[in-house]
T-cell receptor, first 118, second 113 residues
Framework: GAVVSQHPSWVICKSGTSVKIECRSLDFQATTMFWYRQFPKQSLMLMATSNEGSKATYEQGVEKDKFLINHASLTLSTLTVTSAHPEDSSFYIC??????????????FGPGTRLTVL | AQKITQTQPGMFVQEKEAVTLDCTYDTSDQSYGLFWYKQPSSGEMIFLIYQGSYDEQNATEGRYSLNFQKARKSANLVISASQLGDSAMYFCAMREGGNQFYFGTGTSLTVIP
């Protein structure tokens, strides 16, 4: 149980285009999902907290107009990188809080999406 | 101050031996959770083990155990009988009162055949 999927697993795009990444909790409901980015050989950096039915909460320094987050249902959150540039190239990982079941406060992570902007 | 400190950037262990990965944390909350995640080269973050601040016994999950020393604010991960598939990055994390996770910088573990 507690499976989180991400799609796509990797994407290459041209500079200036927008890319949408989906995060789904497959076998549980999640009122809260989190988006992280990770640079090579570094730890995860929280970008934003996504709450179902409300606006996302962004961490300091993260441009909300560039990284659009939508949490339309209890099982789906999307991250759209708008007008992507090479410096946005990174590994993006989502995680989900499980409403019930499992160890308390545990986040379950998706497999990640590797974004390369040319 | 760092919420989570992992002082070992890299560790090596012989196959079938046990290894301890260090983690110390900083919090003034009474209620918090401590976690360990494994990240293989594929990138996926795999949940390994959880310890609640009020849990009196050390958590165990198969070959993984968490050596929880509350007074010292340490939550070391012990992997027994290491296997080649254990080679990965390991992240210690803490959650205070249901809020965001704080991750350490990670420890790269290499299991030597």
């Amino acid at each position: 149980g507690a499976v989180v999927s991400q799609h796509p697993s990797w994407v290459i795009c041209k500079s200036g285009t927008s890319v949408k990444i989906e995060c789904r909790s497959l076998d549980f409901q999640a009122t809260t999902m989190f988006w992280y980015r990770q640079f090579p050989k570094q730890s995860l950096m929280l970008m934003a907290t996504s709450n179902e039915g409300s606006k996302a909460t962004y961490e300091q320094g993260v441009e909300k107009d560039k990284f659009l987050i939508n949490h339309a249902s209890l099982t789906l959150s999307t991250l759209t990188v708008t007008s992507a540039h090479p410096e946005d190239s990174s590994f993006y990982i989502c995680s989900a809080d499980r409403i019930a079941g499992g160890p308390p406060d545990t986040q379950y992570f998706g497999p990640g999406t590797r974004l390369t902007v040319l | 101050a760092q919420k989570i400190t992992q002082t070992q950037p890299g560790m090596f262990v012989q196959e079938k031996e046990a290894v301890t990965l260090d983690c110390t944390y900083d919090t003034s909350d009474q209620s918090y959770g401590l976690f360990w995640y494994k990240q293989p080269s594929s990138g996926e973050m795999i949940f390994l083990i959880y310890q609640g601040s009020y849990d009196e016994q050390n958590a165990t999950e198969g070959r993984y155990s968490l050596n929880f020393q509350k007074a010292r604010k340490s939550a070391n991960l012990v992997i027994s009988a290491s296997q080649l598939g254990d080679s990965a990055m390991y992240f210690c994390a803490m959650r205070e009162g249901g809020n965001q996770f704080y991750f350490g910088t990670g420890t790269s573990l290499t299991v030597i055949p």
